[in-house]
């Protein structure tokens, strides 16, 4: 069963404009979720995170949005750049139940490309 | 520059020869994980060690299994590669502690079974 879903594959956005991506997690325990990048043949790098305490981060173009009731969270990036072009991957974790705050759980990614 | 490496990048191995995938690390973090990843799937977690304590997922299979000698290295063996272990091995780290922190990756070992 997969508790954090990217129900989207790919994205495609012109450059300038704002690029949106959704995750949906289904366990109620998970309180702490990252925005991961991945570039072709790099590892994921960190982009940003959210706490459950809060609703909104932002960090310069990125800014991700948590909804708990509806145990969805969205990144938006603008304005979007044809470097954005990237897999994104949002993952979960629990500060909660001891030694599982060190793990995360990751969706499947969504493929953002960003036109020129 | 401090950062986590993979080595080899790529590596090909035969049907059941056994093969080690080596990670290092220089951010002296307390937390070292490695992450199975198939083509168009979330990574998912093998192991991770915080410390020299060895916490293994459930459902990891018995064919993989993980050393770390010291801080900075750690190491996957898969005793006997099958056809489905082909993917991509992600080495991470985090600090650890109470509060959560980021994993930094690093750009992974891609495997080939042959």
């Known amino acids: 069963d997969q508790q954090v879903k990217q129900n989207s594959p790919s994205l495609s956005v012109q450059e300038g404009r704002i690029s949106i991506l959704n995750c949906d997690y289904t366990?109620?325990?998970?309180?702490?979720f990252l925005w991961y990048k991945k570039y072709p043949a790099e590892g994921p790098t960190f982009l940003i995170s959210?706490?459950?305490?809060?609703d909104k981060n932002e960090d310069g173009r990125f800014t991700v949005f948590l909804n708990k009731s509806a145990k969805h969270l969205s990144l938006h990036i603008v304005p979007s750049q044809p470097g954005d072009s990237a897999v994104y991957f949002c993952a979960a974790s629990s500060l909660k139940g001891g030694g599982s705050n060190y793990k995360l759980t990751f969706g499947k990614g969504t493929l953002l490309t960003v036109n020129p | 520059d401090a950062m986590v490496i993979q080595n080899p990048r790529y590596q090909v191995t035969q049907f059941g020869k056994p093969v080690t995938l080596s990670c290092s690390q220089t951010?002296?973090?307390?937390?070292m994980y490695w992450y199975q990843q198939k083509s168009s799937q979330a990574p998912k977690l093998l192991f991770h060690y915080y410390d020299k304590d060895f916490n293994n997922e459930a459902d990891t299979p018995d064919n993989f299994q993980s050393r770390r000698p010291n801080t900075s290295f750690c190491f996957l063996d898969i005793r006997s590669p099958g056809l489905g272990d082909a993917a991509m091995y992600l080495c991470a780290t985090s600090r650890g502690g109470p509060a959560y922190n980021e994993q930094f990756f690093g750009p992974g070992t891609r495997l080939t079974v042959l």
């Open positions: 366990n109620s325990m998970f309180d702490y």
């Open positions: 959210i706490s459950s305490i809060k």
């Open positions: 951010l002296n973090h307390n937390v």
